[in-house]
T-cell receptor, first 114, second 112 residues
Framework: GESVGLHLPTLSVQEGDNSIINCAYS??????FIWYKQESGKGPQFIID?????DKRQGQRVTVLLNKTVKHLSLQIAATQPGDSAVYFC?????????????FGQGTELSVKP | DVKVTQSSRYLVKRTGEKVFLECVQD?????MFWYRQDPGLGLRLIYF???????EKGDIPEGYSVSREKKERFSLILESASTNQTSMYLC???????????FGPGTRLTVT
């Protein structure tokens, strides 16, 4: 069935290091993916998105990589800062009722050590 | 900036009570969504609406209903609250049904 999963539920990194958060998706027809960040006590916040016709997309300090062959998505955060500590979700768009809907993964908690 | 607000951050209700969760967005978005978020289960779609007075069931609609009388407001109703509805409830809106969604801060509901 449809599922979006994350390889690791928690990730701890040192401040200044790069972070890589992984996500596996199961629907090979998914054409759009989003990464969200959720800080404690807040709603999810959009970070970056990527369409299936792309392999890589860069934002400010973040890069999303898409490997459609193995149905894998990753979020790379450069020079991780304490403010990056949060839960990160990936979401994939699947076809639904002649349109599409987002399916969210369970999340990875990123902890940044000073 | 898109702003999605939810009426309460924390709510405690008793079993059997009728509960209203309100959500308001200020960006004239057509689409609005209600999710619940539970540890280990991620975000699960309860109901969504793509227009005023239009509503569709999501993946877990049982025990819930919704109302959308105005474009900016989407209400989630628990007709008779039960302890298994203790959860974080997130509202979202989107200009397109399948695109990026903007989330509110969430309401943490505890049913005792």
């Amino acid at each position: 069935g449809e599922s979006v999963g994350l390889h690791l539920p928690t990730l701890s990194v040192q401040e200044g290091d790069n972070s890589i958060i992984n996500c596996a998706y199961s629907n090979s027809a998914s054409d759009y993916f989003i990464w969200y960040k959720q800080e404690s006590g807040k709603g999810p916040q959009f970070i970056i998105d990527i369409r299936s016709n792309m392999d890589k997309r860069q934002g400010q300090r973040v890069t999303v990589l898409l490997n459609k062959t193995v149905k894998h998505l990753s979020l790379q955060i450069a020079a991780t800062q304490p403010g990056d500590s949060a839960v990160y979700f990936c979401a994939e768009r699947v076809f639904y009722n002649q349109g599409g809907k987002l399916i969210f993964g369970q999340g990875t908690e990123l902890s940044v050590k000073p | 900036d898109v702003k999605v607000t939810q009426s309460s951050r924390y709510l405690v209700k008793r079993t059997g009570e009728k509960v209203f969760l309100e959500c308001v967005q200020d960006m004239d978005h057509e689409n609005m969504f209600w999710y619940r978020q539970d540890p280990g289960l991620g975000l699960r779609l309860i109901y969504f609406s793509y227009d005023v007075k239009m509503k569709e069931k999501g993946d877990i609609p049982e025990g819930y209903s919704v109302s959308r009388e105005k474009k900016e407001r989407f209400s989630l109703i628990l007709e008779s609250a039960s302890t298994n509805q203790t959860s974080m409830y997130l509202c979202a809106s989107s200009p397109t049904f399948e695109g990026e969604q903007y989330f509110g801060p969430g309401t943490r509901l505890t049913v005792t």
